[in-house]
């Protein structure tokens, strides 16, 4: 193989002089490209926004408002408090739903992932149960506990239990049984395998779990909101959405964008924390 013929191979593909398969680690990219890269990112925000604000002037306020009409909402809306106290109302729901969905999701994944009975006994229900749109379910949810917090919380962590559960079921599955043989090999009890060797290895599984956990579980909570209309940030939508009040409607599913994006950055960087080596490999 020539020179040239080598240097169109991928980087993960180059062969040795032997002619032999090589694997070549991807190395992370380097501060100079990725301030490129955020400085693209920024530039397409801003031109989006400009061109938000300038074809949003040119529409019916009734249907599209603009990112200055929108700001000034937020700001009255900030002032009056009325932002502040639906904000915390949906996130007092929203973490108290993530976090015990997390718990249980993890546990139950472990189990139904490491002994075959409970898979089989539980297999069925969670397949069921994670292929029914649960949002049909909300009134029934509503009979149930009512229109305060309680329902609200059951929402949300139903909506994110199973990306975490069955995650983390799929992790423990695709543990090397190589690795398992080695503890055993070692004397090793049952919690010394799921401390020592499965829990590691299914590390990257539930983190991705947790990725996509914490985007149901903001689905959950607006779509309870919705339908107690109480309170929380889909409360103010519902109420601005009948007030016909665009600008002011936008602030609060703005502030769900935002909220999304910066929760399923937190879980990014607590992965690369707990699991680096997944980091170095994404």
């Avoid at 180059?14 to 190395?27: F, S, Y």
């Avoid at 107690?228 to 103010?236: F, V």
């Avoid at 769900?256 to 879980?267: E, Q, W």
């Amino acid at each position: 193989m020539t020179s040239d013929d080598r240097n169109v191979l991928p980087a993960d593909a180059r062969e040795d002089e032997a002619g032999v398969g090589v694997a070549v680690e991807h190395l992370p990219l380097p501060r100079r490209a990725r301030n490129k890269v955020w400085l693209v990112r920024l530039a397409s925000i801003i031109l989006v926004l400009i061109a938000w604000e300038i074809g949003g002037r040119h529409i019916n306020p009734l249907f599209m408002s603009y990112p200055s009409a929108i700001v000034r909402a937020g700001v009255a809306m900030f002032a009056n408090g009325e932002l502040i106290d639906a904000l915390r109302s949906s996130l007092r729901t929203l973490m108290l739903g993530f976090v015990t969905a997390s718990v249980i999701g993890i546990a139950l994944g472990l189990l139904i992932g490491r002994y075959r009975v409970v898979d089989a006994a539980s297999d069925w229900l969670v397949n069921a149960l994670y292929a029914t749109p649960l949002i049909a379910v909300i009134p029934l949810v509503i009979l149930w506990f009512g229109l305060g917090d309680s329902a609200k919380l059951f929402i949300v962590t139903i909506l994110a239990l199973f990306p975490v559960l069955i995650n983390t079921a799929a992790g423990v599955r695709n543990i090397p049984q190589s690795l398992i043989d080695v503890g055993d090999a070692f004397a090793a009890n049952e919690w010394q395998l799921f401390l020592k060797i499965i829990l590691p290895a299914v590390l990257p599984y539930i983190m991705t779990g947790l990725r996509l956990g914490i985007g149901r579980a903001i689905i959950g909570m607006v779509a309870a909101e919705f339908f107690t209309a109480i309170t929380g940030l889909g409360a103010l939508i519902v109420k601005y959405g009948n007030q016909y009040d665009t600008a002011s409607m936008f602030v609060p599913i703005l502030i769900l964008m935002f909220l999304g994006v910066a929760l399923t950055s937190l879980v990014r960087r607590l992965e690369a924390m707990c699991a680096p080596w997944r980091a170095h490999d994404e």
